[in-house]
């Protein structure tokens, strides 16, 4: 059964920083993996979407990359804000075969952004 | 953009009720999802629909079932509510196979007295 892990569990840091979100799975026969954002209260947001054959994606400041062999991905900030303070959540998914399947997520990490 | 729809932000529920949440997506997408998410426990598949009249079970499918008639619609039941399913339920929808990435809905917050 696919476990994702968040590494940290939260995290605070100053505004202007540069940060690294890590994310581990278990089952490496994932078929692509997603970052997502939560502010309090509200739905998922999709910040990036990287397949299973590629090696990084990046929108803005954010770089996310996925080593599929070593069940890794990491979700780089640049020059944060206090409006990037948010929960990330890190998922993946598992192509069934069939169709598609469900997300499995990590339990995220909340940042805090301090001005 | 792709935009996900759910019937209500906040419903409040009594014991032994039964309860439905909707929800509509608006990009003809074949896959439909709801969650649920809990402190500690984070977000689990309940159940999942990849075409009309189609539903499979997720994670914690015991005390749900779903109903799928239209594409666009995909409605989760609880039969009989318990406090134990005071939660908030996410509901997603993606088209695939060329990236099934999931688009989600601001979620509903359930709360069973």
């Known amino acids: 059964k696919q476990e994702v892990t968040q590494i940290p569990a939260a995290l605070s840091v100053p505004e202007g920083e540069n940060l690294v979100l890590n994310c581990s799975f278990t089952d490496s026969a994932i078929y692509n993996l997603q970052w997502f954002r939560q502010d309090p209260g509200k739905g998922l947001t999709s910040l990036l979407l990287i397949q299973s054959s590629q090696r990084e994606q990046t929108s803005g400041r954010l770089n996310a990359s996925l080593d599929k062999s070593s069940g890794r991905s990491t979700l780089y900030i640049a020059a944060s804000q206090p409006g990037d303070s948010a929960t990330y959540l890190c998922a993946v998914l598992m192509y069934s075969g069939g169709g598609a399947d469900g997300l499995t997520f990590g339990k995220g990490t909340h940042l805090i952004i301090q001005p | 953009d792709v935009k996900v729809t759910q019937s209500s932000r906040y419903l409040v529920k009594r014991t032994g009720e039964k309860v439905f949440l909707e929800c509509v997506q608006d990009m003809d997408h074949e896959n439909m999802f709801w969650y649920r998410q809990d402190p500690g426990l984070g977000l689990r598949l309940i159940y999942f629909?990849?075409?009309?009249?189609?539903?499979e079970k997720g994670d914690i499918p015991e005390g749900y079932s779903v109903s799928r008639e239209k594409k666009e619609r995909f409605s989760l039941i609880l039969e009989s509510a318990s406090t134990n399913q005071t939660s908030m339920y996410l509901c997603?929808?993606?088209?695939?196979?060329?990236?099934?990435?999931?688009?989600f809905g601001p979620g509903t917050r359930l709360t069973v007295t």
């Open positions: 629909s990849y075409d009309v009249k189609m539903k």
């Open positions: 997603a929808s993606s088209s695939g196979p060329s990236s099934y990435e999931q688009y």
